[in-house]
């Protein structure tokens, strides 16, 4: 709201500002909501369809386990961004705070010097008890106390901003000759692209290089304990595994299955795609919302020209992330002698960006259609978590294997750790697909009224 120059608008009617706090608060709570609910219903027919075995308590503690955790980091970032008053850096922060919880949940108790400081980790209290057999239990409570206190910060901290038209302005450049190349930059619609992320970017990039570099150190002291990594992987079933592209137990006994089920797989995976989607909904949907692409548009540019510089700035930030990330991983390689392939390294990471930008351009596709935020959040976020059930029904059973391959996570993840295998033919599909929602993009821009959809896609 600030960013897009609205809050300060809101604030002006008869309403305090705890109140939008708290109302943006119950709004959050209700939304997480209904990704939590979807999950359950999949679990439930999952349940009886295969046979599972779990009891419904445990269903039901287990998804509220996941709502209450996925409330918690949103509270978060609302408090973060009710200190800060920026959107990019206020998630880039809050990823990396789970990135570094995620991590220490799960080394503290393996590691002598640690012990005792997973309790301080919200996933602690997510798996304590083991929630998907024995239903709701005390952490809960501490979760919601824990979501209580983040929501009480972000009402303190909003009460005493000085609220402020936030517009992302290109630096003054009385210093800078005529036809420099930061001149020619920022004049261009690509440059301002980049330009206006230029700070979150990095916060991103640091975030997963973190994740990558956390797990790539943890792993030779690992390597010196296989028994207790053994019996780790002994208590995931198979076919969660094979979801994460791992249908062989043992390869999560070597380092590239260590990295891809906790990075390429996994939570670095996630977090390239809340990116991806966040960055292909600004570019179009987000400027429609703001009211600014008509304005942009009154320059000499065509709007064929105009999307694709758009992508173009989405993907360089893509591959600027990406970039970040395979370095670490390179580096550790080397430092640590993770015996991971030269072309293993490649394929992982070259499949890691096109899959990120498959689903940003989705969202920039989607917004160039229909002008709404909503939807160019929506449905990318939709097909990804589509994608990943299709992943893992498919692995669960032989009869659903078939919808594997309508899955773009599948045609990433295939059936080895993408570290440990060179470029497949889901790489084509991916690209292919990239190049259709291009194509797709650019023709639904062209037929849009902008006027029309100005403050209609909030």
């Keep these: 709201e600030e960013q897009a120059g609205t809050a300060d608008l809101l604030l002006t009617h008869p309403v305090s500002r705890r ?114 057999l024995q239903g709701a239990n005390p952490g809960h409570l501490v979760l919601v106390g824990a979501i209580g206190v983040l929501a009480a910060l972000a009402v303190l901290a909003f009460a005493r901003r000085d609220i402020g038209v936030l517009r992302e302005h290109a630096p003054r450049r009385s210093g800078v000759a005529r036809g420099g190349m930061l001149d020619r930059l920022l004049d261009s619609v690509y440059g301002h692209a980049l330009w206006r992320r230029r700070v979150s970017v990095w916060w991103w990039a640091g975030g997963l290089s973190l994740l990558g570099g956390l797990t790539a150190g943890f792993w030779p002291l690992l390597r010196g304990g296989p028994k207790q990594l053994e019996g780790v992987i002994r208590l995931v079933p198979r076919e969660v595994l094979a979801s994460f592209g791992i249908n062989d137990p043992a390869a999560m006994l070597t380092a590239a299955g260590f990295l891809t089920g906790r990075v390429y797989g996994s939570l670095g995976l996630i977090v390239l795609l809340v990116f991806a989607i966040a960055t292909g909904t600004a570019e179009i949907a987000g400027d429609m919302r703001n009211g600014t692409l008509d304005l942009v548009l009154a320059a000499p540019i065509g709007r064929r020209r105009l999307v694709l510089q758009r992508w173009a700035g989405m993907a360089t930030l893509i591959l600027v992330v990406v970039a970040a990330l395979t370095a670490t991983i390179a580096v550790s390689n080397d430092r640590l002698a993770l015996e991971i392939p030269a072309h293993g390294l490649l394929a992982a990471n070259l499949g890691l960006a096109l899959l990120a930008l498959f689903f940003g351009t989705l969202a920039m596709a989607v917004g160039s259609s229909t002008g709404s935020v909503k939807a160019a959040r929506g449905v990318p976020t939709a097909v990804a978590i589509a994608g990943f059930l299709c992943n893992a029904l498919g692995a669960a059973s032989p009869k659903l294997a078939v919808l594997q391959s309508v899955s773009p996570l599948h045609w990433y993840l295939g059936d080895t750790p993408p570290l440990a295998r060179g470029l497949g033919p889901g790489v084509a599909l991916l690209a292919a697909g990239v190049v259709a929602m291009v194509a797709a993009a650019v023709c639904a821009f062209a037929r849009r009224d902008i006027v029309a959809d100005r403050g209609g896609g909030a």
Excluded at 49 to 68: H, Q
Excluded at 79 to 90: D, F, I, P, T, V
Excluded at 97 to 114: D, K, S, T, Y
């Design 19 to 132: 109140r939008v706090v708290l109302e943006r608060f119950l709004a959050l709570v209700l939304l997480t909501a209904a990704p939590a609910l979807a999950i359950a219903l999949v679990i439930f027919l999952g349940n009886r369809i295969f046979r599972l075995g779990v009891p419904t308590k445990g269903v039901l503690g287990a998804n509220a386990s996941l709502w209450l955790l996925g409330i918690f980091f949103g509270a978060l970032a609302m408090a973060l961004s009710a200190w800060r008053g920026r959107r990019g850096g206020s998630a880039a922060i809050t990823a990396a705070v789970a990135i570094a919880m995620f991590f220490l949940n799960f080394f503290a108790p393996r590691i002598r010097g640690l012990d005792g400081l997973d309790v301080g980790t919200a996933f602690f209290w997510y798996y304590r008890s083991s929630p998907i």
